[in-house]
């Protein structure tokens, strides 16, 4: 039987507004608390940004270099993410199961490197993200590929059922071999996610222009990182595309392919969350480098 409370001195706060604070991500404010939690442990609230380490490249490409051994080689990377990219095979299989932040689930797929990649399907159903307490579901859409259609609508029934479940849904725009990579396509790829209701979008990052791509995109934009860079060139395109108004990184092969994994990853943090200049982070990288060289 719980206590009487009978105290007199209780506190309502009479007269003082019920406080009501905006969600701190583009676009979302109107979502259900469950999306918005989810949400959450993706994007760090106290930056409003995300480092999303993408692992998911097996999918289609096999056991890519650097993602031979993921319990090797990605694992020891994880604390230093705020959320993880892969496929539920990976997931199940070596992600320790402690792993306490965000899994953006890959949910689409169907061709290897060897056929036409936009012929994807969906290839996991809720169920299955529901069991791995997914918090965004990912799926490639290929504006002006082959099977652009179908690839859209593969986007839609994953935002369809991720609204019922109140999980999120990550437009990813795959741009195909042929495509120009610009502004223009950027936008109108981008913008096409968020009004079919993608909760957010990656993309790539293109120096021309990139600011009007993410200011004409209602929700957040993440850029890809794209086949590897020298260490310091890839830090300025993520500083860059942060100061262009992107939310983050989903950033895979720069990071697993570099000399010095963990090292950049700790150094892409620094430009992400903190704004660091691609110059001082790159210092950074080296330090950490060179740390781990003489130990
Ligand atoms: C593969 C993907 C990758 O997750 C994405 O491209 C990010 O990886 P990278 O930084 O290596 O480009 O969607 O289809």
Redesign the pocket.
């Known amino acids: 039987m719980p206590e009487k409370d009978d105290k007199d001195a209780k506190d309502f706060h009479v007269g003082v507004p019920m406080r009501c604070e905006p969600f701190f991500l583009r676009g979302s404010n109107s979502l259900d608390w469950g999306l918005k939690n989810r949400l959450a442990k993706i994007f760090n609230p106290e930056s409003g940004r995300t480092v999303m380490l993408?692992i998911?490249?097996g999918y289609f490409q096999g056991p890519t270099t650097g993602l031979e051994r993921v319990d090797v080689n990605i694992v020891p990377l994880l604390r230093f993410s705020d959320t993880l990219?892969c496929t539920r095979g990976i997931l199940r299989s070596t992600i320790p199961p402690t792993y306490g932040k965000g899994i953006v689930l890959r949910m689409s797929g169907g061709p290897s490197v060897l056929k036409e990649l936009s012929n994807e399907q969906l290839a996991c159903d809720i169920e299955d993200a529901l069991r791995l307490n997914v918090a965004a579901m990912a799926v490639?859409v290929f504006i002006g590929g082959e099977h652009e259609t179908q690839s859209v609508h593969n986007m839609t029934r994953l935002v369809d059922v991720g609204q019922r479940y109140g999980i999120a849904t990550l437009g990813?725009t795959a741009v195909g071999r042929e495509m120009v990579r610009d502004a223009k396509y950027m936008r109108l790829a981008c913008r096409i996610c968020a009004e079919l209701g993608a909760s957010y979008v990656k993309t790539y990052y293109v120096p021309e222009g990139f600011e009007t791509v993410t200011a004409s995109c209602p929700v957040p934009i993440v850029i890809?990182?794209?086949k590897k860079l020298e260490e310091l060139e890839a830090l300025k395109m993520a500083y860059d595309a942060i100061q262009a108004g992107a939310a983050g990184v989903?950033?895979?092969?720069?990071i697993f392919q570099s000399e010095a994994p963990l090292a950049m990853i700790q150094a892409v943090r620094k430009v992400v969350h903190e704004g660091e200049r691609p110059d001082r982070a790159f210092d950074y990288y080296l330090t950490l480098r060179n740390q781990k060289k003489s130990a």
């Open positions: 993408a998911d490249h990219m490639q990813v890809a990182g794209g989903d950033m895979g092969r720069n």
